[in-house]
């Protein structure tokens, strides 16, 4: 039978058939996939290469802010004089030692009113305080010498104040023991030396710390 149409038989009027327009389609399928793959790449790529950029700037304006630091540390806190530094922690170890000392009697005596159980408990009561007191400072000062990121200074005053509650348990516990002793007599002036005395090493603890901060505590330059 004569085709009138005149196209191939199947065909659909471009000359080519369903099989080879299905394999067409499929070859522009794969190449626009294959242009989205380049893309998503370059996208990671670029996304990437942003956070690298990023994380180096960061790197950068924390070695800065340090390198800033430090040069307003050494004028003026002479930070390269080890050997004074070294001097000055000996003598604030010394002064927490002698401190911890003379109001040991006081905390081990005035243990007694607290009728614990056996005697020897008072020495794990003075041991206590003092670690507690030695702990506040320690933290005090590794906290208060540190910045962040931002140049902004860690908080750190509120474990000075812990030390400063810490010592005042010990002093009260210290001078309780001497109005002991002295049976609460009120009028008495060798009560009051030994009351003033107590209170005098403890006072003097704290500055000692609070001068030593002063000068291991480098000022945070903010970016």
């Given at each position: ?18 099989k080879e327009r299905i394999a067409r389609a ?159 007599d009120w009028t008495s002036v060798d009560m ?32």
């Amino acid at each position: 039978m004569t085709n009138l149409g005149g196209r191939p038989k199947g065909g659909t009027g471009n000359g080519k058939s369903a099989k080879e327009r299905i394999a067409r389609a499929k070859r522009e399928f794969e190449v626009e996939q294959h242009k989205a793959d380049l893309d998503t790449k370059r996208v990671e790529a670029a996304l990437a290469q942003a956070a690298s950029e990023r994380k180096a700037e960061q790197a950068k304006r924390v070695h800065d802010l340090y390198v800033v630091q430090e040069e307003k540390r050494a004028p003026q806190f002479q930070i390269d004089q080890r050997g004074t530094l070294i001097l000055l922690a000996s003598l604030a170890a010394i002064m927490f030692v002698t401190t911890a000392v003379l109001t040991a009697d006081g905390t081990i005596g005035s243990a007694v009113a607290a009728r614990y159980a056996f005697p020897w408990f008072g020495f794990l009561l003075f041991g206590a305080i003092e670690v507690a007191i030695l702990v506040f400072l320690l933290v005090y000062y590794v906290r208060g010498s540190r910045i962040d990121h931002d140049g902004t200074p860690v908080k750190a005053a509120q474990w000075f104040v812990a030390m400063i509650a810490a010592s005042i348990v010990a002093v009260a516990a210290s001078v309780y023991h001497v109005v002991d002793l002295y049976s609460f007599d009120w009028t008495s002036v060798d009560m009051w030396v030994g009351v003033g005395l107590r209170l005098t090493t403890t006072v003097f603890f704290v500055l000692v710390a609070k001068a030593v901060a002063t000068v291991l505590f480098a000022k945070a330059v903010r970016l």
